[in-house]
Every structure is written in structure tokens, then in C-alpha cells.
């Protein structure tokens, strides 16, 4: 058995403002159960394994409690957004974890751009030159590309991709080719493609970039086991996986990181 990615986490001042930054970005909910913000597609039925009702709704995505809104977690298809709080502010090192998201035509790329800079987003100069995608921050500063349409993400709904700066992504397609029950789609010197097994939702890719690790990650993955098994994080400590600790004490998670240092946590399913 493997892993699956559920949700991207992102830490933030305020997780409130950020998460509705990224639900209305995304057509999303945003639903505020605790300290932290989940960001997904709609309410639906809540499985028995998660942790009470969360409210909701899909055309609104300001948190709010309606009766009988509940969500599914994790969602079948969809990655979700947890923006979780920290008390510091994001360095202005750019972040080694961006969404990349999908448009379908030039005019919707540019509707999207003008729509996300309306919420708060602002342009961003990370050294990417004359190039056909929009790179723009989060109201905290936090990196993501709008891209022109391509033919690769025409059907993965609003985020195209989960991007990971590494240094040698052969290296990352072994590690986290074992890791995940995702399926490998693409791998070269530059770049390695995951994505469902189904052939749905978003891709996890890793791009070959210059840059190393100087700060710890602001955004990372976090992935879920299947029901009954309490062997995967030992099986990633043998693929070269390293435990992380980031003062969290004593939580039912378990934080790590990868051959190359990015962070990950694997959550528990209760």
C-alpha cells in the first residue's frame, strides 16, 4: 500500500484571509472547523473518520454554519488547501512549493489574472523572464503561476499542478515514485509528472531549478494512508525519508522530509 496527497499546507499570519483568498480563487469552500482554514470543492457527506461537520457552501466561500453542510475529507478528486497559523511572516525567499493553475483559453487566463489581483494577489518577479504564464503571490506573499492554456491540465479542474523545486527530479521520481500510489507519467533531467492512478485531479511535479533550501518550507504536502495501515511511515524512513522536528510535540501526524529536504507530513486516519 502507499500514500496519497490530500491536501497542500500553507502556513500563514492570518489562515482566515488566506483561505478565503484561496476559496474564491478557486470556486472552493473555505471551512473553518478550529485554528486552522480547509479549503476544497463543495459539502457533501462526511465520512465517520473525520473529525465532526464542517460548515460551508460551495457558492459562497466565506465560512459560515449552515445545518446539514458537511464536507468530504479527503476529497475523492480534488488536493485541498489547509492554511494553518504561524506567528511568523513569510521570508521573502521564494517558496520551493507553488500551485500552478489551469486556465482554458487566452481570455480566461487573463480574466483569472485580472479577477485574482482584484482579491489581493500581486504580480511577482521570482527571475522568470519573457514566458506565456502570470506569477503572482497570495495576499502573504506566498508564489503561484496562472498558466496559459495547455493541453496537459484541460481536465484536472482549477489547480494544474503541485510544483516542487528540487535539485535532480530522477532522484525525486525514485523517492516518491515508492512513496505515493500516484503513477509516474513523465521523468527526465528537468522535470518528473505524478498524478492519480484514476487520471484525475491536479499533478505533482517536480522542476529542476537552481535553487537549494535556505529557509524551512512555507507550503508543503500533506499525505493520508489507507484505513489499517500503520506501516507507511516506516517504509518511507527506509526509502531515505527523515524525521522533522519542527517543536510539534506530541501530535497525531508525523512530520519528515525527503531525500532532498523537502517537508512533508503523513496524517494519521482516525
Not at 97 to 112: G, I, K, N
Request: aromatic residues 6%; glycine residues 8%; contains cysteine.
Amino acid at each position: 500500500m502507499a500514500l496519497r496527497p490530500v491536501q497542500v499546507n500553507i502556513k500563514a499570519l492570518d489562515p482566515s484571509a488566506v483561505g478565503r483568498f484561496w476559496a474564491q480563487a478557486l470556486g472552493w469552500t473555505a471551512h473553518s472547523p478550529g485554528v486552522t482554514t480547509y479549503v476544497a470543492p463543495g459539502p457533501g457527506p462526511l465520512p465517520e473518520s473525520a473529525a465532526g461537520p464542517l460548515p460551508g457552501s460551495a457558492a459562497d466561500p466565506e465560512p459560515r454554519s449552515e445545518p446539514g453542510d458537511t464536507l468530504v475529507w479527503p476529497d475523492p478528486v480534488a488536493v485541498g488547501i489547509d492554511v494553518v497559523p504561524v506567528p511568523e511572516p513569510k521570508s521573502p525567499t521564494k517558496n520551493r512549493v507553488h500551485l500552478d493553475l489551469a486556465t482554458t483559453s487566452p481570455a480566461h487566463q487573463a480574466e483569472l489574472t485580472a479577477r485574482l489581483e482584484a482579491l489581493g494577489a500581486t504580480p511577482v518577479h521570482v527571475g522568470q523572464g519573457a514566458v506565456p504564464w502570470t506569477v503572482l503571490a497570495d495576499p502573504e506573499g506566498n508564489e503561484f503561476c496562472v498558466l496559459e492554456p495547455r493541453e496537459v491540465y484541460r481536465d484536472t479542474g482549477p489547480i494544474a499542478a503541485i510544483v516542487v523545486d528540487c535539485a535532480d527530479p530522477r532522484a525525486m521520481a525514485r523517492f516518491w515514485d515508492e512513496a505515493l500510489e500516484w503513477t509516474l507519467h513523465e521523468v527526465s533531467d528537468d522535470y518528473a509528472r505524478f498524478r492519480s492512478a484514476q487520471g484525475v485531479g491536479p499533478y505533482v511535479e517536480f522542476i529542476r531549478t537552481p535553487n537549494v533550501k535556505t529557509v524551512p518550507d512555507r507550503v508543503h504536502l500533506d499525505l493520508l494512508p489507507h484505513a489499517g495501515d500503520d506501516k507507511e511511515v516506516s517504509r518511507l524512513r527506509a526509502l531515505g525519508a527523515t524525521d522533522l522536528d519542527l517543536g510539534q510535540g506530541s501530535v497525531p501526524w508525523t512530520c519528515l522530509t525527503d531525500p532532498e529536504g523537502h517537508e512533508f507530513c503523513v496524517l494519521a486516519l482516525h
